[in-house]
């Protein structure tokens, strides 16, 4: 396996794994009218980024690869956004997890950033 091939399926294992302790960490918030709402666009942004990464992999093209990394970089933000609104309204009791939440998000948000680069460049 190439170092390449290792990369992506480290990511994909990531981002699924964000996916899976995203969903799980939201089983814990408060009981409420707005963790409700918040919970079901988390969930959606966070299995979102994984999915669309995977899908990314499959790219038919440099075009299409770089299409979905836009896509994913979109989604890992929003996820970042209902995490920082959990922190900020204070939704949670669990701020480790939530902090590690939103650390692993900024992370994947920076590969993710510097990936489209790249491939901006090499397009243009």
């Not at 794994?17 to 799980?24: G, L, Y």
């Not at 990464?53 to 970042?80: G, P």
């Not at 939704?91 to 990936?115: D, F, G, H, P, Q």
């Amino acid at each position: 396996m190439t170092d390449k091939q290792i990369f992506i399926e480290e990511m994909k294992t990531r981002t699924k794994k964000f996916a899976i302790d995203t969903i799980k960490f939201c089983e814990t918030l408060k009981n409420c009218n707005s963790s409700r709402v918040i919970t079901y666009q988390l969930v959606k942004s966070a299995t979102s980024t994984g999915a669309n990464y995977r899908a990314s992999c499959r790219a038919r093209s440099a075009k299409e690869f770089y299409s979905k990394l836009c896509i994913v970089a979109e989604e890992i933000d929003e996820s970042e956004y209902w995490l920082q609104l959990i922190l900020d309204t204070e939704l949670s009791s669990n701020e480790v997890v939530l902090t590690r939440l939103i650390l692993e998000s900024n992370a994947i948000i920076k590969i993710i950033s510097s990936a489209k680069s790249s491939m901006y460049k090499k397009l243009n």
